[in-house]
């Protein structure tokens, strides 16, 4: 359970900065994908807490 928990806060983040790397270099990123990522990395990312929270 926990090693799961961390797969899914690692997978989050990787989402979120792979975005964030993207969108600063080509710009090319329509507004609206760049929030709909985002958010479903930060939503991983808290599903990995609650499970890390859950395991303990």
Do not use: A, H, W
């Amino acid at each position: 359970m926990k090693r799961c928990s961390q797969l899914c806060f690692l997978f989050g983040f990787l989402i979120c900065s792979i975005l964030s790397v993207i969108d600063r270099f080509m710009k090319t990123i329509p507004n609206l994908i760049y929030i709909v990522g985002m958010v479903m990395g930060s939503g991983i990312v808290l599903i990995g807490i609650l499970l890390l929270k859950r395991s303990e």
